[in-house]
T-cell receptor
Framework: GAGVSQSPSNKVTEKGKDVELRCDPI?????LYWYRQSLGQGLEFLIY????????KSGLPSDRFSAERTGGSVSTLTIQRTQQEDSAVYLC?????????????FGPGTRLLVL | AQSVTQPDIHITVSEGASLELRCNYS??????LFWYVQSPGQGLQLLLK??????LVQGIKGFEAEFKRSQSSFNLRKPSVHWSDAAEYFC??????????FGAGTRLFVKA
């Protein structure tokens, strides 16, 4: 596709429910990132995938958060037993290669509201 | 530890006026530096980046930024702001490995 896409655009859920957020990176991009953007905050790194290597999960805030990337392309971020503090915009980004110098291309985000 | 500070949470400028958004970073070596812009309901878009060489970097939409090692700064500037520039601006540093550290952002308001 032309850019990074994410679905759903918006998600409202009840506290305690599980949610799945999807990210389709730019075709051919080997690196994929998930960030969380809370109101008035910068981007909080969650997890990083690079090719077939084991993901870096060092940013995941709790064991309720997990992510996978199937076939080196689409990624799903799962939040189990959602809490109100999970409400935020979840952004996905991809880059052509691994590296701190690489430009990241961002999707429009998924706005999650936990009631 | 690496960090990025954007001292101004929000800034208001008149259309046609000049703009400077401040960014300070903390990193031991020469960092990779980025400015991204986020329009309402959109993801982040790269405005410009600095890796090495000329310390004045030109970006899209008429923006430029200057890397000043002595001040650990990478301020974003535009000589004449347009109403369409109203958005949130994020400074970021690529500080080794793959991680990029983002500042908290500065929201720009443009008044007619």
């Amino acid at each position: 596709g032309a850019g990074v896409s994410q679905s759903p655009s918006n998600k409202v859920t009840e506290k305690g429910k599980d949610v799945e957020l999807r990210c389709d990176p730019i075709s051919g991009h080997t690196a994929l990132y998930w960030y969380r953007q809370s109101l008035g905050q910068g981007l909080e790194f969650l997890i990083y995938f690079q090719g077939n290597s084991a993901p870096d999960k060092s940013g995941l805030p709790s064991d309720r958060f997990s992510a996978e990337r199937t076939g080196g392309s689409v990624s799903t971020l799962t939040i189990q037993r959602t809490q109100q503090e999970d409400s935020a915009v979840y952004l996905c980004a991809s880059s052509q290669r691994q590296g701190a110098s690489e430009t990241q291309y961002f999707g429009p985000g998924t706005r999650l509201l936990v009631l | 530890a690496q960090s990025v500070t954007q001292p101004d949470i929000h800034i208001t400028v008149s259309e046609g006026a000049s703009l400077e958004l401040r960014c300070n970073y903390s990193y031991g070596a020469t960092p990779y530096l980025f400015w991204y812009v986020q329009s309402p309901g959109q993801g982040l878009q790269l405005l410009l980046k600095y890796f090495s060489g000329d310390t004045l970097v030109q970006g899209i939409k008429g923006f430029e930024a200057e890397f000043k090692r002595s001040q650990s700064s990478f301020n974003l500037r535009k000589p004449s702001v347009h109403w369409s520039d109203a958005a949130e601006y994020f400074c970021a540093v690529g500080a080794g490995g793959f991680k990029t550290i983002f500042g908290a952002g500065t929201r720009l308001f443009v008044k007619a």
